[in-house]
C-alpha cells in the first residue's frame, strides 16, 4: 500500500519560515513525480511546488515563487519543502503526492485528485501574527 506522511507543520509569525517532509512507505518514491498541495479554508486544494522523479525539473506558482523550494532525497525515500518568508495567505493544509506525469506544471496545475497515486493526510500551517 503506498503511503506518504507529511510532517514539520506547525503556527510561525509572517516571516518565518517552516520546513515540511514527507516520508514514504511501502514503495519508493524515485519512480515518481511529487508534488506539495496546500487547502486553504474556504477555497479549492492548489499546487504549490512540484519537483520531477530526477529533480531537475520543479514548478512553483507566481504566489510562492523565490519563497518556496521543494527538493528531494530518494536514497532516504523523502521530497523536502523549505517555506520562507511565510505570509498569512500560506496558512492552510499541505499535502503531499505522488504521480507519474507528462510535466511537473501539469502536477501542479492541472492534474485531478484522483490522477494521483498517493496522497498524505495533510498537515496544518499556520501563518499569523
Known amino acids: 500500500q503506498l503511503q506518504l506522511e507529511e510532517s514539520g507543520g506547525g503556527s510561525v509569525q509572517p516571516g518565518g519560515f517552516l520546513r515540511l517532509s514527507c516520508a514514504a512507505s511501502?514503495?519508493?518514491?524515485?519512480?515518481?513525480?511529487i508534488g506539495w498541495f496546500r487547502q486553504a479554508p474556504g477555497k479549492e486544494r492548489e499546487g504549490v511546488s512540484c519537483?520531477?522523479?530526477?529533480?531537475?525539473?520543479?514548478y512553483y506558482p507566481d504566489s510562492v515563487q523565490g519563497r518556496f523550494t521543494i527538493s528531494r532525497d530518494n536514497d532516504k525515500n523523502t521530497v523536502t519543502l523549505q517555506m520562507n518568508s511565510l505570509k498569512p495567505e500560506d496558512t492552510g493544509i499541505y499535502y503531499c503526492a505522488a504521480g507519474v506525469h507528462f510535466t511537473v506544471r501539469y502536477m501542479c496545475t492541472m492534474a485531478g485528485l484522483n490522477a494521483f497515486n498517493a496522497w498524505g493526510q495533510g498537515i496544518l500551517v499556520t501563518v499569523s501574527a
Open positions: 519537483i520531477s522523479v530526477s529533480g531537475e525539473n520543479t
Open positions: 511501502g514503495f519508493t518514491l524515485d519512480h515518481y513525480a
